[in-house]
Structure formats: C-alpha cells, structure tokens
C-alpha cells in the first residue's frame, strides 16, 4: 500500500522531524494538535492540522479514540506516532487494525511482548540474550526472598514501563518495604500496572543501545549509541558509536540486538537497550524500545539513513530495502538535548515564551526544534525545545564542533540546559569517553569526578 497521507499523532520536535520525511516522500502531512499546539511551528509546517482536543495529554495526545477519530477526519491512510505518548500503545495499533489505518510501528502483538517488561525478559532469555539476573515480586516476602539470592544492592523496576519511573535503587534491606511501596504507587500512577521486579544493580554500567530495523522477515542493525549521560535515569546526552568498547563487544551486542528482533519477527524501526557492566566487560539485555527514539537523530548521521523513511517503507509492506552489507558508519556523532530548564535549581521547568532563539548553522550541524522567536513553551509537556546534533570524522572533532555549536546558541526567555551541556562537553572525563551512568550525579555534585575505578581502556574480553 503506497502511503498519501499520515496523521502525526505527536507535537514538537519530533512532529516537524516526520512532517519533514513526509513532504520529501510526496506524502501529505496531517498534524494532529492539541488546544495548546493548534498555532505552533509544526502546525506551520504540516500539510493539514486537525484538532486533537484540549492541552492536557490525557484529553488529546493519549487519548486512543480521539487520535483514531482524527485519523479518519482528514482520511489519513496511516497514523505515526513519534516517540512517547501512544507510540508503543499496543491499543492503538488495534484500534488502528479495526479501522483499517496503517499503523507506523510494530504489530500489536510485538508492542505487547516488549511493553512488559518482563514479558521481554523471557523473549530475551528465548532468544539467548543474557538478562540481569532478578525475577517478579508481589510483596515484600518475596522481595526479601529474592534479596537473598542477589545480594544487595538491587533495582526495583516497573513491570508496565520504563523512562525511570517506577525504578528505585535499594542499597539496605530496611529501605526494602519503603521502595516497594514507593514503586509500586509510581508505576501504577504512570503505567496503571502497579507490579515490579528486582534486578541485581551493576555498580559501574554503562547504557549501550542497538538500532534496528525489521520488515516482519528480516532484521538489520545500524550500529550502537551511548546514552549513559543521564539524571534520574532521563537521557541528556548521547553519541554514536558507543565510544571505548572493544571490537569484539560491540559484535556481540548487534549480533544479540538482531537475534532479539528476528525471535519476535519484528516490523518497523527499534532500540535493544543493553547495560554494559565496565567491571565485567559484559552486557545484559534491559528492554526493546519499539519505536523510534529521541536519539535517532546521532544514528542517522553515522549511517546516512533516514529512520523515518525506513519506517514508512516498512508500513507500506516493502522488504526492507537495506542489507546488512549496506549499512556503513561513517565518523561520530553528539546529541544534546536542549530542554527549557534551570539546571542550576534542580533542572526545575521553565515554562514560558521564547524572546530569541538562534541556534547555529553550518557543516556537521543539525538543530530538530519546535521553536522559534515569539514561541511558547506550554507546562503541559515535557520540557525539550530542540537538539542539537553535531557530527564529524571522529569523536574528537565532534567534540570540538559540539562545543563551538553550543556556544553559538542564543535562547532567550526561558532558562535553558545549554550551560550544563558546555559544561559537560568541556569536562575532561567525559572528552576521554566511556562515562558509566554514576557519572553525571557525581559531576552535577562536584564537577569533574575522579576517574572511576574500571579500566579507562576499551571494554571487552
């Protein structure tokens, strides 16, 4: 089925990033908007807007039936999703199949076995990939029971989602009762699934991921990203490839990303998150993102390859129209992620109107944003205003192109996170590369950190 016309289901950046795939592919693009989004950049940019409803998420961009109502307003063929609200609702893509609207994503039933989290474990343990070791627990009998085998400290996670909700790290057996219940009330307020699970907590790890790409038949990888910059389990910066790992690793990891997609059969573009244990030079399985991400962007400068294009190819039932043979790496490249925050008091939200927004240009430079001058930042979503993607012939000279872009930023009127990523790119520790994800709180507490205890070289056996 040759696609005419989308739906985008999303706001902000990532809905002009898509709208702008879709007006290079001849599709027309529909943006389907909030009360709060109705006169934003990507409603400029879009073909068509339809209204979604009012601002609140809850009433408009994760409302199912509004979307699919939407949908068949503007007589769209197909939904996108984007990334975070209903892209991996498995209730959509039903709802999508009943009424005969192309879903851009993975079937149902795949959104269903990556979606818990402990359904994914098992897939991944079907398909040979190492887990953590850890297991489900009701109640704090159990917790205790599993505790004893895993020694401490451990992880509580949430069974129904991921983003760092719901995950509590436990470092005594007294904070035991207290974290459960801590948990399990964040994981039911954010996944309405109130279960978790224990997982033996990797001191030093680093949060390695594997992109790929699957037609329902065949599977191809485009390579690693490292995303171990990170506050409360919320990514901040990424790069591409995963620096300092060891050859020999980093095959290990496509092999087992591709082998975890092809044991589900999988369709459309995903993400196989893995921690990488610096001590061990090992990795686990954590889960599979089955939707584009945040970061895509640092992939598709590595490899050339529009990942929404190959989205939208898939959905229209063409085989995937790359080899693995085909896919070629080419240099490094940084994303920051440019949120409308104070940094300096907590990263509270800033909320408000953009007076100046002048972000640089030039090669090597890539800037995905929603905002321009006389925007508005609304303080119903998150805070991300725009990244900033650079990339060059290796990691040093991205690095360097990195700093001199965020530099040339110029935001005015709300509070921004561009200082904290100069500092960062400026840091000594993290110009050498392999930060593990113990590495930003220490630096947010002060500065620098020493060096850490496992090996500064390139991970692997």
């Known amino acids: 089925m040759i696609l005419r016309r989308v739906l985008i289901a999303n706001r902000g950046e990532i809905a002009a990033r898509i709208i702008g795939t879709c007006q290079w592919l001849g599709i027309e693009a529909i943006l389907a908007a909030s009360d709060a989004d109705l006169d934003s950049l990507p409603a400029r940019l879009a073909d068509g807007v339809v209204r979604l409803g009012p601002a609140p998420a ?4 994760l409302d199912v039936e509004a979307v699919v109502a939407a949908a068949r307003t503007v007589g769209a063929d197909a939904i996108h999703p984007g990334y975070g609200f209903l892209s991996e609702n498995e209730r959509l893509a039903r709802a999508c199949d009943a009424a005969g609207i192309v879903f851009v994503g993975p079937t149902a039933g795949q959104l269903a076995a990556v979606g818990d989290k402990l359904t994914a474990r098992r897939h991944a343990l079907e398909a040979g990939l190492p887990v953590v070791p850890g297991g489900e627990v009701d109640d704090v009998a159990s917790a205790e029971s599993l505790v004893d085998r895993l020694g401490l400290p451990v992880l509580v996670k949430a069974v129904g989602g991921g983003g760092g909700r719901g995950m509590q790290r436990v470092t005594d057996r007294s904070q ?13 307020a954010a996944f309405g699934d109130p279960r978790v699970y224990l997982e033996r907590f990797v001191v030093s790890g680093r949060h390695v991921e594997v992109q790929v790409l699957g037609d329902g038949a065949d599977v191809v990888h485009l390579g690693t990203r490292d ?6 389990y919320q990514k901040l910066i990424e790069e591409a490839p995963a620096p300092c790992l060891d050859d020999a690793l980093r095959d290990r990891m496509h092999d087992a990303a591709v ?20 001590e061990r030079g090992s990795f686990y399985f954590l889960e599979m993102n089955a939707r584009l991400q945040v970061e895509h962007p640092v992939t598709e400068a590595i490899t050339g390859v529009d990942l929404v294009a190959e989205q939208i190819a898939v959905a229209e039932g063409q085989p995937l129209r790359l080899r693995q043979s085909d896919v070629t790496f080419r240099g490094h490249a940084f994303e920051c992620r440019i949120n409308a925050e104070d940094w300096e008091r907590d990263f509270a939200p800033t909320p408000g109107t953009v007076t100046e927004a002048i972000f640089p240009a030039g090669p090597g430079i890539r800037i995905d944003t929603h905002v321009q001058a006389g925007a508005v930042v609304p303080p119903f979503y998150d805070s991300l205003i725009a990244k900033l993607i650079v990339h ?23 509070s921004t996170t561009v200082p904290m990523h100069l500092a960062v790119a400026d840091d000594p520790e993290f110009a050498r590369g392999g930060v593990d994800t113990r590495w930003f709180p220490q630096f947010l507490e002060h ?15």
């Not at 035991?176 to 039911?188: G, N, P, Q, V, Y």
Request: aromatic letters at 4%; hydrophobic letters at 35%.
């Open 58 to 61: 809850g009433q408009s961009y």
């Open 176 to 188: 035991l009762r207290t974290t459960l219940d801590r948990s399990m009330a964040e994981a039911e």
């Open 227 to 232: 995303c171990s910059v990170q506050r409360r």
């Open 259 to 278: 082998a975890f997609a092809r044991h589900l059969g999988y369709r459309g573009a995903g993400t196989v998150e893995f921690l990488v244990d610096r």
């Open 392 to 414: 060059a012939g290796d990691r040093p000279s991205a690095l360097e192109r990195l700093r001199s872009a965020l530099r040339r930023c110029a935001i005015d009127g709300v």
């Open 447 to 461: 500065g620098s950190p020493a060096p850490a205890a496992a090996p500064a070289g390139r991970l692997g056996p």
